[in-house]
């Protein structure tokens, strides 16, 4: 009999977005990788073509496509300043990797691991309480809009 690792956050934790933008923010540098079909989520929402979302906001690395980044300040092209705080344009059609945000591999790699990301997203270890299940459901939701328009881990606009 196998036994199944149990993850270090098997108790669960805690998040409450309080859309600071912060996770969406540089300085440094990452990928904001998209699927075909939230491409066209984004086109239909920015209602622009497909092909104008791919050359405005888009590039490829190797075979997969990511969101390009403000070149100075490394933010995501779709976080802009509005009503005196930064918002995401594409919010309600935004990727899977930004739904699943801080439920990142990298983030519940360890304990320390996710503490520092909470350096970062003062939204960490605060309010709403995820089980495990939950958070692994987040973590495996890759078709996003065909379960729910927005998972519970989700900011309000």
Sequence with gaps: ????????????????????GACCAGPSQGYIWVTRPEIKFIADFLKIPVSQVRRNYLKRIGFRTTIVEQPNTKDCIFLRESEGRKKCIVYPVRPR?????????????????????????????????????????????????????????????
């Design 1 to 20: 009999m196998v036994k199944k690792k149990s993850q270090w956050y098997v108790a669960g934790l805690h998040f409450e977005c309080v859309q600071c």
């Design 97 to 157: 990797q930004c739904r699943g945000w801080p439920f990142w591999a990298g983030n519940l790699a360890s304990p320390d691991t996710w503490n520092k990301a909470a350096q970062k997203c003062v939204g960490i270890n605060r309010g709403r309480f995820y089980s495990t299940e939950e958070i692994e459901r987040i973590r495996r939701d890759e078709k996003w809009w065909k379960v729910a328009k927005q998972p519970p881990n989700s900011c309000k606009e």
